[in-house]
């Protein structure tokens, strides 16, 4: 496997580091990138890792710059991990067309479709090459991985923890698409990635995920009511019945007056990071 | 005075709001736009006002997403604002050809010369017609003001505060331009907005002022070992001298490792806005 990491710019934050890095990713067969925030403590001990899967637009640097997350990282002692949303420059025809699908929109699913799949692969990129180079890069304790995201990076989130429970110990997410096989955004990513099957959707789709797996701990999901794509694209009563129905514990807070902005994510992420971080630390 | 504001958006942090304003500016001669944050405590009584000046190529935006201020105004009871850092659409030829002049780059001086004079003028903007806008509209506290900045609008804030010392009771700054007339970013733009005679210069000098006018409180100043500008821009030695000469109290904390981006800002933020609150709260 290559692991070569280039080494792009590094911040001091928060007494740690936020570093930037690219790579050649085997699996999206070109570079991709991604941060790393090591807090200090990472400087005498290995910790906990906790990767964020930003959402529609974004790069590898929206949520370091944005989120406020570093000062809780530190106090909780947890490495954050936030890679880019999709390949880059793949040069597939149409990847730059769209602000919510190709370039930016990756959704976190391995794409079987022409022209996406040979390089838009980005469930496996998260779920299995980005862990191995973090373990072989970073002082990570690797049995020790939350995830948690904002929007399709909440739709990522839940469908990474649901689908791979022994890897993931603990999942949260900011207003995140939680069905999105029966909204606009998720039906027109999955047409063009994976295909007119809809069955085929269903192992991409958290409602449905939850039916049959069920995690050990509650997951954490904050929800503007002010969100403009609350109804339209987001919908989380459909995964509160869903988790309903098979068991699962869920707290799903609706934050009265938020909407989707960093704004939003900035004012819970405390909370977000202190979740994880309880669970990551503990037995 | 035109105080018509046109209310943008509007996002619910930390309990309070983020707003973005437009207006009809007398002094600059055209729309600007400015930043407020209330915190929740503004629902019930009038709190301090703090202003951040931003730095080169900035926007009314920059500090309110990316400085995670918004908490600890939050807990600490103040208004933030942040201005934009020039006249935009002025059409002024040259207003868009360089990055740290013109557009994004007001310097926070009233322009004397053509063609800038007749919109540049955003030292007038900051101190007077900015100050009278928030007061009538926003639950200020009016007398009591604070004022920092990041960079050029380090700058901003220190002559701020030092030619108007009753004006504002605090002032800090983050890596900023202390001594604009012997650095290069000051020379050019003192230079086109303030002509060749340099003793017009001396009036928006940081280490110039505080020779002249001294400060009841003791002025922040946190200023990164990494940042890529220390000894060609910035040279905080140079205004640390000044206020020895001059028995003005600083506290000039050179930051080990921090360079001169937002990660630097965000990790002591914190300690800005309380340093401001305790002046701004007391007496």
Redesign the interface.
Known sequence: MSQLLTPLNT?????GT?SFYSHPSTTCKGEMKFTVYLPPRSQSEPLPVLYFLSGLTCTEENF???A?A??FAAKNGVILVAPDTSPRGANIPGEEDDWDFGTGAGFYVDATQEPWRSHYQMYSYVTQELPAIIAAHFPVKIDRQGIFGHSMGGHGALVCALRNPEQYRSVSAFAPIVAPMRVPWGQKAFTNYLGADEETWRSYDASELVLTTQLKHSILIDQ?T?DTFLEKQLMPQVFEQACAKAGQPLTLRM?????H????I??FIEDHIRYHAEILWSE
């Open positions: 911040y001091a934050c928060f007494n936020v370091m710059v944005k406020g570093q000062q503007g002010a934050q009265d007056g938020y909407d902005s960093y704004y939003f900035s004012t």
